[in-house]
């Protein structure tokens, strides 16, 4: 039973990436209000540059962090980063931070050497974050790995301290989001993740401080609406919201972002994304995220049907990430499960 609980999950959190980033990708740029004007809240997958319910670069290196983990039964660092490079199409709209590091590679420099010198300092963009749902849940029975891990995942292509830095929150985020998931009466209680997260910071990512204790305010400034709530007080909400938080590509602000999405949200999956897709700016991401800690939480059945059935197929597409989350499971439930 537990174990059939935690392979949903395990569907959940990747296959809602996937929907969060179909769902967000035709939104990306606008403001909150431009959303709310043109479109109310945008409830079902739009039709987008690729076709309606297809995927962009948050999904397809996510792809490639599970096909990693799967082909060498854990992290490794030089394989991760073939596994970007070889699978990277320009078609899914990648960032310049991450295309410098992928032209890095190909050239030859070493996995940890070539997101070092992007911007100057590395990347903080926030593709360390947006990909990291694979790692989250293969070590989520030890957080202190699961925040090691996150770091070194990002450091490829998002090697700047608040680049790997949202990395390993997202990546606490979602292992937290797991195991509440499987504990009903705890539920995804706001105080338990920002404590927790709090507690896996490095020295150099106290912006993500900062960043938490702006969730908490808005959790309360701004509380779950009602069901009954009108599109109208929903792109209201969703406008103070990122004009606190923010909702660029910066893993700073999109990683709080998503964070509030699913804490606000967190008894509907639908509501969270959502939430996620209104809050405007970075959406296929901060949606992708958000997608990643309520399907973490609720497990694969959350995930409106409707989206489901309408997300991109083919060689790899909905079938594969499914089939993808359950070898991962597999691999879980060999090496891992007997220390949860
Ligand atoms: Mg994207």
Redesign the pocket.
């Known amino acids: 039973m537990r174990q059939e609980a935690v392979r949903s999950r395990f569907q959940g959190a990747l296959l809602g990436t996937f929907a969060g ?1 179909a769902l ?2 035709p939104l ?1 740029g606008m403001t909150p209000q431009a959303i709310a004007h043109r479109y109310g809240v945008v409830r079902d997958l739009l039709p987008a540059r690729l076709g309606r319910g297809t995927y ?4 397809e290196m996510t792809i490639a962090v599970a096909e990693s983990l799967v082909a060498c039964r854990g992290f490794d660092g030089p394989h991760m980063a073939g596994r970007f490079l070889h699978t990277a199409e320009r078609r ?4 310049r931070g991450t295309l410098e590091a992928l032209q890095r590679l190909a050239a030859g420099v070493p996995w940890d050497q070539a997101g070092a010198g992007t911007f100057g300092s590395g990347s903080f963009g926030n593709a360390g974050a ?1 990909r990291v749902a694979p790692i989250a849940l293969l070590y989520h029975s030890n957080l202190a790995a699961v925040a090691d891990l996150a770091r070194a995942s990002s450091e490829i292509t998002h090697a700047h301290p608040l680049g790997r830095g949202g990395a390993a929150v997202q990546a606490v985020a979602i292992a937290l989001a797991l195991c509440a998931g499987l504990e009903p009466p705890a539920g995804a209680r706001p105080e338990l993740f920002i404590e927790t997260i709090e507690h896996r910071l490095l020295p150099q990512e106290a912006l993500y401080r900062e960043g938490l204790e702006k969730v908490v305010m808005m959790l309360e400034r701004c509380p779950p609406l009602p069901l009954e709530a009108s599109d109208h007080d929903r792109a209201g909400q969703a406008a103070r919201v990122a004009a606190v938080l923010g909702n660029d590509s910066r893993a700073f602000t999109s990683v709080p972002a998503a964070l509030y999405s699913f804490l606000a949200y967190a008894h509907s999956f639908e509501l969270a994304v959502t939430t996620a897709v209104a809050l405007g700016g ?1 959406t ?2 901060i949606a ?1 995220m958000t997608g990643a800690l309520a399907g973490a939480y609720h497990g694969v059945g959350a995930i409106p049907e409707r989206w489901r059935r309408s997300l991109e197929s083919g060689p790899r597409g909905r079938d594969y990430v499914a089939g993808l989350a359950d070898d991962l499971f597999l691999l879980w439930l060999e090496r891992y499960a007997d220390v949860c």
Request: net charge negative; hydrophobic share 10%.
């Open positions: 980033d967000g990708m990306e962009t670069d948050d999904t899914r709209g990648y960032g947006t970075d296929d991401t992708a």
